[in-house]
C-alpha cells in the first residue's frame, strides 16, 4: 500500500490514458488564428464560431474526462460547454489566452455537472461501476492509480482542481493560478492541504 504522498512524488500519479482523444502537445500554447476566429464569432459568423469548437472540442472533453472520470459524463460536459460557448464567447475580451478561458468554463461546467450528479444519487455508482469494469483486477499498479484519482476526484473543489490542473494537466503552479483566477501561492496552498487529505487515502 503506498501513501498518496508518495505516490504523488512517483510516476503513478500520472493519470490511466483516456479513450478517443488525443491531447495537444502542450496545453498553454495559442493555436493560431484563434484570435480572428473569435472576433468573427463575436460579430455573428456562425462558420468561424463551428471552427472554433471543431478546434477546441477534443481539449474541452479531455479536461471534462479527467475532472469526472467518466467517459459518457464527460462527453455530457463538452456538449454542454459547446452550447453555453453561443453565448459566452461574446464575454471573452482576450485578456487571457482562450485556452485557459475554455479551462475555467469547462471546469465550471464540471462542478455544475457534480452537482447534479449527486442531487442524483447516481454518482458513487457510476465510478465504482467504470473502474471495475475497465480495469483488470491483477493490474495492481492501475488499481492504485485509479483509487488516487478518485480520492483526488472527491477533494474540496479547489484542492482538486489545484491538483489535477498540476498533476494531470501539467501546467506549473503560475499557469494554475492563471486558470483558477488567484495567486501562485494559493495553488500551492491548496496543493499542500490536498495532500495532507490524501495522505493515507489508498
Same mark, same amino acid.
Given at each position: ?63 471534462? +474526462?479527467?475532472?469526472?472520470? #467518466?467517459? *459518457? ?5 463538452? &456538449?454542454?460547454?459547446?452550447? $453555453?460557448? %453561443?453565448? !459566452? ?13 475554455? +479551462?475555467?468554463?469547462?471546469? #465550471?461546467? *464540471? ?5 447534479? &450528479?449527486?442531487?442524483?444519487? $447516481?454518482? %458513487?455508482? !457510476? ?34 482542481? %489545484? ?40
Amino acid at each position: 500500500m503506498h501513501t498518496a504522498a508518495s505516490t504523488m512524488a512517483g510516476p503513478r500519479l500520472r493519470p490511466a490514458p483516456i479513450p478517443i482523444v488525443r491531447p495537444p502537445a502542450r496545453i498553454m500554447d495559442e493555436p493560431a488564428g484563434d484570435e480572428g476566429l473569435v472576433a468573427r464569432a463575436q460579430a455573428g459568423d456562425r462558420a468561424a464560431f463551428a471552427a472554433l469548437i471543431n478546434r477546441h472540442y477534443e481539449f474541452i472533453y479531455r479536461v471534462g +474526462y479527467k475532472w469526472l472520470g #467518466n467517459q *459518457a459524463d464527460a462527453e455530457d460536459v463538452a &456538449q454542454n460547454v459547446c452550447i $453555453k460557448l %453561443a453565448t !459566452a464567447i461574446m464575454g471573452f475580451d482576450g485578456r487571457s489566452k482562450l485556452t485557459s478561458w475554455l +479551462y475555467r468554463l469547462t471546469i #465550471n461546467a *464540471a462542478h455544475d455537472y457534480r452537482r447534479v &450528479q449527486k442531487r442524483q444519487s $447516481k454518482k %458513487a455508482e !457510476a465510478l465504482a461501476s467504470e473502474t471495475s469494469d475497465a480495469i483488470d483486477p491483477d493490474q495492481s499498479t492501475h488499481l492504485e492509480n485509479e483509487d488516487l484519482w478518485r480520492a483526488v476526484r472527491a477533494l474540496p473543489d479547489k484542492q482538486r482542481d %489545484a491538483v489535477l490542473l498540476v498533476y494531470a494537466e501539467e501546467l506549473n503552479h503560475a499557469e494554475a493560478a492563471v486558470v483558477m483566477g488567484c495567486k501562485e501561492a494559493t495553488v500551492s496552498w491548496y496543493i499542500h492541504e490536498a495532500k495532507k487529505a490524501l495522505k493515507g487515502a489508498v
